[in-house]
């Protein structure tokens, strides 16, 4: 039988093989897609957070975790879909308009994942027509934006604007090197994260407001 533990413990260390190979096996074994998602996934990603912001590993480590988790998230989302699991939320996120950057973007997208959320990722160098069109087409609850560059940072505080004014609900996280909490209360944001790790938590607690 399918140990979730076992899985769980994979997706720590950022072993995908044997977290492809569980999940794979939990689903043939007909065990619930909620129960896989929340006690070999949920939990192994918090375990993961919760070290990270504790020091005890750093990016590579998170981000070879998340690759483990993202692997095994592709096999079970349609099981997911057809068992009608709702996702935590609805989360979409980008770099902003002339930034290329996407490293830490992609750490928060399959952190997100990782926690249960529904992530529309745009991609990088976002321009604000882009995230207003998108938040409207999906209807989200919670928008990342990020920015490695001091010269792209304006951009946050356009998008944000834009988004007010076309009446978009959505709650907005910033973050990004040079982006600090001082800067997000400035523009408006709902949140600042200084990292994936602490994005999940501003994220559902953003929701649950």
Known sequence: MADLKVLADAVIKGDQAT???IVKQAVEEKMPSRQILEEGL???MAVVGDRFSK???YIPEMLI???AMKSAVEILEPI???DGVEPVGKFMIGTVAGDLHDIGK???AMMMKGAGF???DLGVDVTVE???QKAKENDVQVIGLSALLTTTMPGMETTIKALKEAGVKAKVIIGGAPVTQAYADKIGADGYSADAASAVDIAKALIAA
């Open 65 to 67: 975790a998340a690759r």
């Open 118 to 120: 529904d992530v529309i």
């Open 80 to 82: 997911l879909v057809k």
């Open 19 to 21: 977290a492809v190979e």
């Open 130 to 132: 882009v995230f207003v």
């Open 106 to 108: 992609n750490l928060v």
């Open 42 to 44: 949920i939990s192994a």
């Open 55 to 57: 020091n005890e590993i």
